[in-house]
């Protein structure tokens, strides 16, 4: 896979919204998997159903300010090593590429527990872009790795964030991806778990 990694931590060389121009005439492409799926942001000019290879979704990454706090964690996505990943990417225009970076970095790296990252995109068959992703870095403090369910369960119950419950989040990434036609068994059963009585 091609890809180019970005530090969030460090320096930005070479320079992400220069590399998109030079690769792909100046528009910026964004693949969302969890609630930029349904709460972009950011202005776009279209957005497309899209798979990824390499990362997968999963439930790994402790939040403690979205979602949670850092005395009572919540839980939400990020994109983990291997399999494959549907979700939406959404193309920004080139004028409009520096300042939705800048957002997106404001917005997913509170804690700095994502690297960024350009990678194959697929759109359709034949359609090939490279698009700025957020994977988990599995060597920060907040990365989960793989919870057994009851676990999963109680600190998805328990966490809420500046952003709102965290319940709410997983519900709306599952009916998004209920929409893209995506039957995900590990949030299903999370929010059969959520619905039923505690």
């Given at each position: 896979m091609n890809?180019?990694?970005v530090s969030a931590r460090g320096a930005v060389s070479p320079d992400p919204a220069k590399s998109m121009s030079d690769?792909?005439?100046g528009d910026l492409w964004v693949f969302g998997y969890g609630s930029l799926m349904w709460r972009?942001?950011?202005?776009?000019v279209e957005q497309?159903?899209?798979v990824i290879r390499g990362f997968h979704r999963s439930l790994c990454i402790y939040s403690h300010v979205h979602r949670g706090t850092a005395s009572q964690p919540g839980l939400v996505l990020g994109l983990d090593k291997?399999?494959?990943c549907l979700g939406i990417a959404f193309r920004v225009a080139a004028t409009d590429a520096t300042a939705t970076i800048a957002y997106l970095r404001e917005r997913e790296?509170?804690?700095s527990v994502y690297l960024e990252r350009y990678v194959q995109?697929?759109?359709g068959v034949g359609e090939v872009v490279r698009s700025l992703v957020y994977v988990a870095d599995r060597k920060h403090d907040?990365?989960?790795g793989r919870l057994d369910e009851s676990e999963v369960l109680r600190l998805v119950r328990q966490g809420i964030g500046q952003s709102g419950a965290n319940p709410d989040y997983v519900r709306n990434t599952q009916a998004h991806l209920l929409e893209l036609g995506v039957h995900d068994p590990v949030l299903t059963r999370l929010v059969a778990g959520l619905d039923a009585p505690a």
């Amino acid at each position: 896979m091609n890809e180019m990694t970005v530090s969030a931590r460090g320096a930005v060389s070479p320079d992400p919204a220069k590399s998109m121009s030079d690769s792909i005439s100046g528009d910026l492409w964004v693949f969302g998997y969890g609630s930029l799926m349904w709460r972009p942001g950011f202005p776009f000019v279209e957005q497309r159903k899209a798979v990824i290879r390499g990362f997968h979704r999963s439930l790994c990454i402790y939040s403690h300010v979205h979602r949670g706090t850092a005395s009572q964690p919540g839980l939400v996505l990020g994109l983990d090593k291997g399999g494959s990943c549907l979700g939406i990417a959404f193309r920004v225009a080139a004028t409009d590429a520096t300042a939705t970076i800048a957002y997106l970095r404001e917005r997913e790296q509170a804690t700095s527990v994502y690297l960024e990252r350009y990678v194959q995109t697929m759109l359709g068959v034949g359609e090939v872009v490279r698009s700025l992703v957020y994977v988990a870095d599995r060597k920060h403090d907040q990365y989960a790795g793989r919870l057994d369910e009851s676990e999963v369960l109680r600190l998805v119950r328990q966490g809420i964030g500046q952003s709102g419950a965290n319940p709410d989040y997983v519900r709306n990434t599952q009916a998004h991806l209920l929409e893209l036609g995506v039957h995900d068994p590990v949030l299903t059963r999370l929010v059969a778990g959520l619905d039923a009585p505690a």
